[in-house]
């Protein structure tokens, strides 16, 4: 009898917890998820801080969340994939009457992008298991990893880089720190332009000549076509790659002092924003990040459609040149302007190619030739 009273109130205690925590369980529970960086290069790495609080005088025993992020941020734990190339990475909390706790989480960014990770819901229930919550948590934060610019060493035979000034007939003035040679001082030459030491050495009076020079200004078009029969997107791999040699193209704009503008061939045209400097470079990088590859028409067409006044040069970067596009480029380069293409294939007979070598290109490229 005394074992039958016993039970009879465990069950009732039981009970009584169970409706406790269903009815107050949820009640003075706050959760947080902050990141200490919204903005990251590929490779680098953040800190995702969860903070749960619990401001009633009742304890938690049990608390679980859920992170749902994209896979490539690595958690540095076995995780859980979906088929929407997601991960769930769970956390469980115990907290006392009045607690606060904190947790931090060390994530490695992998691939570019812009990305919503946090947690939408809680879960808790009592210490024996009989009964539970569920809160909205509702907590995202958003995480841009931008792309990391391609090396010199990922080009063959050697990366075709834009260095110094460019010489030009269009100007009437001289650019003073650009000495090409001397010839006869003939007394219209002004006194500072006097080369002293070639002078005395010769024993005749000398000037010195000075050419004209403008600065590089750099249309980027970036290209994810297949092939030229093909009006579709290259492997993701090769579109990455891509998308990294764009970076690189912009890093060598900016170390150059150079104006640039960045064309993408995507189904939504944009309007070509033409400056300098780190902070346009920025822009343009989270601009990539946020870029689904994709093609409106063919490479061939859109070099057709772009224009070209105003540019030095030009840097084309495709999945693979073909002979109509190369003519084309050639074109350009007969009326005095630069040429470049960054390309893992090279279909034409076209010599200003600079061919990225990445192993896993070439062997992407040779699945999709087979």
């Known amino acids: 009898m005394e074992i039958i009273i016993i039970l009879a109130m465990i069950a009732v ?27 990251v290069f590929e490779g680098e790495n953040v800190s995702l801080t969860e903070e749960l609080s619990n401001s009633k005088p009742l304890p938690l025993p049990f608390v679980k969340t859920e992170i749902v992020a994209p896979d490539c941020l690595d958690f540095g734990v076995k995780t859980q994939e ?22 931090t989480r060390n994530i490695k960014c992998g691939r570019r992008g812009v990305f919503e990770l946090g947690a939408s819901s809680l879960y808790g229930g009592d ?5 539970g919550f569920t809160l909205p948590a509702g907590v995202k934060e958003t ?6 610019p391609l090396s010199a060493d990922d080009f063959e035979p050697s990366s075709r880089l834009l260095y110094g000034d460019i010489l030009t007939t269009r100007f009437i003035c001289e650019d003073p720190f650009l000495i090409s040679g001397a010839h006869e ?9 006097i080369f002293w030491n070639g002078s005395a050495r010769t024993g005749r009076l000398l000037a010195l000549n000075r050419d004209h020079t403008t600065s590089a200004r750099l249309l980027i078009i970036l290209d994810f076509q297949r092939r030229k029969d093909i009006l579709a997107p290259a492997h993701e791999e090769v579109c990455e790659l891509l998308i990294k040699a764009a970076a690189l ?17 995507l189904p939504e045209r944009e309007d070509i924003k033409v400056r300098a400097g780190d902070e346009f470079r920025l822009e343009q990088l989270r601009r990539l990040a946020k870029i689904k590859p994709d093609c409106n028409c063919s490479l061939e067409d859109f070099l057709a459609e772009s224009s070209f006044d105003g540019f030095t040069d030009t840097i084309v970067i ?10 084309l480029l050639k074109k350009l380069k007969r009326n005095g302007k630069g040429a470049y293409v960054y390309t893992p294939r090279n279909e034409s007979d076209a010599d200003f190619c600079c061919i990225i070598t990445r192993t896993m290109t070439k062997n992407q490229v040779g699945t999709e030739q087979q």
């Open 82 to 103: 979906s088929k929407e190339r997601l991960c769930y990475i769970p956390s469980v909390f115990a907290l006392k009457a009045k607690e606060k706790c904190t947790r």
């Open 318 to 327: 495709t999945p693979s040149l073909s002979q109509a596009s190369a003519d």
């Open 127 to 131: 210490l024996f298991g009989f009964s």
């Open 13 to 39: 205690a039981a009970g009584i917890e169970a409706f406790i925590y269903f009815k107050f369980g949820a009640k003075g529970l706050t959760y947080k998820a902050t990141l200490n960086r919204l903005e």
């Open 143 to 148: 995480l841009t990893v931008l792309p990391t």
């Open 185 to 193: 001082y003939t007394g219209r030459e002004p006194m500072n332009s």
């Open 249 to 265: 193209a912009m890093e060598q704009s900016v170390s150059l002092g150079a104006e640039f503008a960045l064309s993408v061939n």
